[in-house]
């Protein structure tokens, strides 16, 4: 019989951590699951290592890749999952116990969800962890319905990767993982978005999310900023066919995307912001304008993209006291 989950763990030279990785999957409360630890060309021992897990713990199999890379690995992987729900697991994480039974429950108990990720702790071994990945850490925690993830999801990728669960239907059906210039995990959350599938965190830390200097967001160029603007460029255009666009922020942030939403196409006609040295002037052909002078809301849509503090909050209780709904007349992508 098929287990219920299928956990899929891709590994490359990962023998110093991959040991504590796989003990807290097997520790997991929850034990109707296979784990498909993934050998992704490794040099050093962790093919060993995993062989030493399989044989002592039949839940165990491994698989090998010629060294294909993350999205190979997980595409080699998800052929070869039996269960109907997908865990991600990365080879320097550790899952606190409850982690998949409470991403079960969730799943079985709403059967909308097309998945779920969890809050994560991040943490360094060699020092404290960024200010900016703690609060990262923290905004995920807040994406606890379905309607406020997708609202944020192109403010950052609105789901850890290595936390996810997944139904295997739902990422089949969208074409699994994706390689190209683009964060694979993002792009994926957006494209299962597009389609209509329903996401969300579970606010309760059961991940611990281990960061490094050797981690692929660090190394890897299609984590780069750059990136990840063409990616929220691509999918405004594809939401927001047709529409006349402000984007609500005249700094750096703000005017990449503009010229991002620009190469596709898209019609920028101006951008907002609180600067009055900025005022009247043109940057790539729009006009800069302050926020009251924006009017009621119609068919232009505008783009909050300002990274400051607490900016985006100001921004959305601006629009709202203006009648503007999100979704609708405004999204916040920064």
């Known amino acids: 019989m ?14 110093a951590t991959v040991d504590a990785a796989i003990a807290s999957v097997l520790g ?6 296979e784990l498909l630890a993934i050998d992704d060309g490794s040099a050093d021992d962790t093919g060993a290592r995993l062989a030493g897990w399989a044989r002592r713990d039949a ?34 994480d550790v899952s606190l116990p409850e982690r998949f039974a409470r991403s079960v429950a969730r799943l079985e108990a709403e059967p909308a969800l097309s998945g779920v990720g969890t809050g994560v702790e991040i943490v360094r071994h060699d020092r404290p962890p960024s200010p900016g990945l703690v609060s990262y850490g923290r905004w995920l925690s807040s994406l606890t319905t379905p309607a406020r993830l997708f609202a944020d999801s192109l403010v950052e990728s609105p789901l850890c990767h290595p936390s996810v669960m997944l139904r295997r239907e739902a990422l089949v059906d969208a074409g699994g993982w994706r390689d190209g210039d683009f964060p694979e995990d993002w792009e994926l959350w957006l494209r299962l978005l597009q389609r209509g599938a329903k996401l969300v965190c579970l606010p309760e830390v059961l991940h611990r999310w ?11 160029q299609r984590y780069r900023r750059d990136r990840h603007t063409r990616l ?3 999918v405004l255009r594809q939401r927001l066919e047709g529409r006349p666009l402000a984007i609500w922020g005249a700094g750096e942030r703000g005017i990449a995307l503009c010229r991002a939403l620009q ?8 951008f907002v912001d609180v600067n009055p040295r900025k005022l009247g002037q043109r ?11 924006l009017g009621p809301p119609g068919d232009e849509h505008v783009i909050a993209s300002v990274g400051a503090q ?25």
Not at 28 to 33: E, K, L, R, V
């Open 2 to 15: 098929a287990p219920k989950v299928s956990v899929l763990l891709p590994a490359r030279d990962a023998g």
């Open 28 to 33: 997991q409360t929850f034990g109707d699951f």
């Open 59 to 92: 839940r165990v199999r491994v698989l090998k890749t010629g060294g294909v890379g993350l999205v190979g690995a997980l595409a080699l992987g998800l052929e070869a999952a039996t269960g109907a729900l997908l865990a991600r697991m990365d080879a320097d």
């Open 210 to 220: 281990t960061d490094h200097d050797g981690r692929l967001t660090r190394t890897d």
């Open 232 to 234: 929220r460029a691509r």
């Open 263 to 270: 190469a596709l196409g898209a019609h920028v006609e101006r």
């Open 283 to 293: 940057i790539h052909g729009a006009r800069v304008v302050f926020p009251h002078d």
């Open 310 to 334: 607490g900016a985006r909050a100001e921004i959305r209780a601006f629009l709202d006291s203006r009648e503007f709904v999100e979704g609708q007349h405004f999204t916040c992508a920064a």
